[in-house]
């Protein structure tokens, strides 16, 4: 009897053996090179405590690279994916071959937690109806439009700077600019975050960061079996947050409609998108789309603004500052040109002086290539892919992992890489480089829809805050500054603490 037991188990412990060996050679077997991966675990060996996401991508990268192969194989956890290393190959899956790259497969659950239904997870059809919807709300008319905002804010974030001096930390401030900015400008709403640190707004963003749902085993599960978690009913965010935003988003479309107060900005988008559905949908009787739903599509876009929109963009201005800090030379020039372009606009901070701060660009860019706020992009395969000058087919599925970071801090590509130096901007070594080496935003029609937003907000911010003060260490500033290993996204793990004076 207890023999029978013992050789069943036995048989399945080889049949789950078999199992495992099957699935962890699965590039092996088609001749991609692949890092042996540990059963269970892949890849991943350490994540969020040794290493971090970039860290991982960084071993990888180099090691296919120097191989000489266009892609590898990794193993996050259970989930297998094409790791690409080539150039070429990485602009034909974003551009070229879009039509069978247009999903991320990443994680959402619209039936319990309806704002996950955003234009980051959305996949098909339905991501490409709301996408050329949300298109014409990132124009650069549009950002015109919304920019005396965006600087009446950054007035506020220079004078609540001033009275934090002689030294405070620069994450959270940021924050509570970008928090300010994208309030005013995706909810209509003055959050009042530069104000009161403890504005809804900022505490509720705060929450989304820094105090989430669920154990990083949970969450490694989200990220890794979005399939799996879907089915479990799983949700991302804690249950207040949800409720927070949806009021949010439904209480100002009520005011709205009811005042009739128009405000061309991203919501009178979606208020105008949600009318024209009603009107389809009254159209053909018998389709019922409840006004409910499209409320919380709504809310669903607007939350993505907010998530996607704050903290990328109070990131890369928290580094930028960091660097201006500890390279002094490069902030003095940066000011200059600042100063001179100011001059030259009466002293005011114009769309069309933003424009014309070459340096500034130039610092912001080498900020998002030292400091990339991802460290990958994702793409799922929508159709069998045939890599080009190979026999290699990537099955319909398979998830690609394009490793911007490491990519990034390629010295082959940027000499010296973990130097702050914004001249590698200059046209003459850009021009060296492949037209691919740099994409901070993504790349192909599902970058970043934010872009020139969140690159206007940031520099609006900068030159605010560099009109008005000299940033430089402190004791408590970090050289060289340690990197959460926790965030999927970049972060100082114990802030970024800077001296600040006046000019
Ligand atoms: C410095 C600031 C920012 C950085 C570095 C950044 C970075 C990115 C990256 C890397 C992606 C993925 C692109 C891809 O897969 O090819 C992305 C997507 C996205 N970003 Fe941003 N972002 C920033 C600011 C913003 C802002 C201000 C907004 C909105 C107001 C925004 C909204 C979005 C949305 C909605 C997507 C998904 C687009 C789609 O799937 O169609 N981002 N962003
Ligand atoms: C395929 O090979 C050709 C010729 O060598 C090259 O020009 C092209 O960039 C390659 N394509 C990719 C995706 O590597
Ligand atoms: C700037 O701050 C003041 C007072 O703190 C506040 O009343 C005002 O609404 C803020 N302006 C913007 C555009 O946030
Ligand atoms: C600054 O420019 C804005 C428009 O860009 C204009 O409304 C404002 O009057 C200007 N202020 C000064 C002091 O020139
Ligand atoms: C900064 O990067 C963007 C791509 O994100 C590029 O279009 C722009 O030309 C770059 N600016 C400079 C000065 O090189």
């Known amino acids: 009897m207890s023999y029978a037991v013992l050789s069943f188990a036995l048989v399945v412990v080889a049949l789950l053996l078999l199992y495992l060996h099957n699935h962890y050679s699965y590039w092996a077997r088609r001749g991609i090179p692949q890092e042996d991966p540990i059963y269970g675990l892949g890849n991943m060996k350490g994540i969020g405590r040794e290493f971090h996401f970039r860290d991982i991508n960084s071993r990888l990268y180099k090691r296919y690279k120097r ?31 879009f039509s069978s790259f247009h999903d991320r497969g990443i994680f959402n659950n619209v039936r319990d937690e309806p ?50 001096a002689p030294e405070f930390e620069v994450k959270e401030l940021s924050a509570r600019y ?42 490694a599960l989200i990220l890794f079996n ?11 965010f804690n249950d207040e947050v949800s409720e927070f935003f949806i009021d949010a988003v439904r209480n100002t479309v009520e005011y709205r409609i009811k005042n009739k107060v128009k405000r061309n900005d991203f919501m009178d988008m979606l208020i105008d998108m949600m009318a024209e559905d009603q009107e389809a949908a009254a159209k053909h009787e018998g389709i019922d789309v409840s006004q409910g739903l499209t409320l919380l599509q709504m809310a669903a876009q607007a939350f993505v603004f907010f998530i996607a929109g704050f903290h990328t963009s109070s990131t890369t201005m928290s580094f930028c500052l960091y660097e ?11 000011r200059e040109e ?4 100011l001059n030259a606009h009466n002293n005011n901070v114009t769309y069309e002086a933003l424009k014309e701060m070459s340096y500034l660009d130039k610092v912001l860019n080498e900020t998002l290539r030292k400091y990339t706020v991802l460290p990958h992009l994702v793409r799922t395969a929508t159709s069998d892919y045939r890599v080009p000058n190979s026999s290699l087919v990537l099955e319909k599925g398979t998830t690609v992992v394009i490793p911007v970071d490491a990519i990034h801090h390629d010295p082959e590509i940027f000499p010296d890489p973990d130097r702050f130096d914004p001249s590698r901007f200059d046209t003459e070594h850009a021009e060296k480089r492949h037209g691919c080496a740099f994409f901070p935003f993504g790349d192909g029609p599902r970058n970043c829809i934010g872009l020139r937003f ?10 605010h805050l560099l009109r008005d003060y000299k940033f430089s260490r402190s004791a408590r500033t970090e050289v060289p500054i340690v990197l959460s290993k926790r965030n999927f996204v970049i972060e100082a793990q114990n802030g970024i603490y800077l001296r600040v004076e006046r000019v």
């Open 454 to 463: 969140g690159k206007m907000q940031a520099k609006v911010g900068l030159i």
């Open 67 to 97: 191989d000489g192969a266009p892609i590898g194989g990794i193993y996050m956890f259970f989930l297998r994916g094409a790791f690409v290393v080539d150039l070429d190959l990485i602009k034909h899956i974003l551009i070229k071959d």
């Open 324 to 334: 201006l800090a500890i390279n002094p030379k490069i902030q003095d020039q940066l």
């Open 338 to 341: 600042i100063v001179s372009v």
């Open 178 to 219: 970008t928090t300010d900015v994208i309030g005013t400008c995706a909810f209509g709403i003055d959050c009042n975050s530069l104000s009161d640190p403890n504005a809804d707004f900022r505490r509720y963003g705060r929450s989304i960061f820094e105090k989430p749902r669920h154990s990083q085993l949970v969450q």
């Open 226 to 236: 979005p399939k799996l978690a879907r089915k479990l009913r799983c949700k991302l």
């Open 115 to 164: 704002l996950t239904g955003h234009l980051l997870t959305l996949e098909g059809e339905e991501w490409r109806c709301m996408r050329n919807k949300l298109t014409p709300v990132f124009t650069s008319g549009k950002m015109k439009f919304m920019y005396p905002t965006v600087v009446a804010v950054a007035e506020n974030l220079s004078r609540t700077c001033g009275q934090l």
